[in-house]
């Protein structure tokens, strides 16, 4: 089986313009998930809606396609990127362009769901740590999700799942195991085609998570369970996060 990793990278971005082009260390971020993801495909692009970042990719000697600046999500720029770059690959890995740490074990194991010719998506997720408290995990932007005892997905939402009835919220994480969603998808090709045209779902929209539309359409969404701590940028702040993380990391590593 093929895989080819596409890395959504936009320069437009409210909280953070030009944020793929961001500098940790000596490299930019978007070279940073580049070499990561490297690691563990053979094959990965970088789709961009900017000729900014087209630029820096090629100077760092990497793959890069130029896409619509239409699109509504990372999925359907990977679906574009796929078509123009001719690949054959059976399965396409949407890798989010601002985790410049990355694990390729994480890729790893996305992979290693398809070994299961049933699936058709899959993600990961990660068993939330408790010592983290409860402020945390009532985050809306730290997506929770549910899995049935197949590891497919039941629900994603930005409420705490599952509601710990008979609990007062103070004991929850004291008698239920939650898991937080990280966002990196792996799409048989033909899926992908095909969920890139399903109009928006209400889920999706009261949400907003693209996930929904999936499965309010049908869709199952194996998740594997990763234990490795991602770094997401989505602020001037967490990229002096990042830096300060970089600083940790063994030389083979950065």
Not at 66 to 94: F, K, L, P, Q
Request: with cysteine; aromatic share 10%; hydrophobic share 40%.
């Amino acid at each position: 089986m093929k895989f080819i990793g596409i890395i959504p990278a936009r320069y437009a971005s409210s909280r953070f313009p030009g944020k793929p082009l961001a500098m940790i260390g000596d490299r930019t971020m978007i070279e940073r998930v580049y070499r990561q993801a490297s690691k563990e495909l053979d094959e990965v692009v970088v789709a961009t809606d900017d000729r900014r970042i087209f630029d820096a990719v090629t100077a760092f000697g990497g793959k890069v396609v130029m896409t619509s600046e239409s699109h509504r999500s990372g999925t359907d720029r990977c679906r574009e990127a796929y078509a123009n770059v001719g690949s054959g690959a059976d399965v396409v890995i949407n890798i989010q362009g601002d985790e410049p740490f990355i694990a390729p074990e994480q890729i790893a194991a996305l992979k290693a769901c398809f070994s299961d010719e049933s699936v058709e998506i899959a993600t990961l997720a990660r068993r939330f740590d408790p010592s983290k408290g409860f402020e945390a995990l009532f985050d809306p932007n730290l997506v929770k999700v549910i899995m049935d005892d197949d590891s497919n997905a039941v629900y994603f939402s930005r409420a705490i799942i599952p509601y710990v009835r008979n609990h007062p919220w103070q004991e929850w994480l004291d008698n239920a195991v939650f898991h937080t969603h990280v966002g990196l998808y792996a799409y048989r090709a033909a899926t992908l085609d095909k969920i890139t045209r399903l109009p928006q779902s209400s889920l999706e929209l009261s949400e907003s998570l693209e996930q929904l539309r999936w499965l309010q359409n049908g869709y199952r969404i194996r998740v594997a369970i990763t234990d490795r701590p991602t770094i997401g940028i989505d602020t001037p702040d967490d990229l002096k996060a990042a830096i300060e993380y970089l600083k940790t990391l063994d030389s083979k590593d950065a």
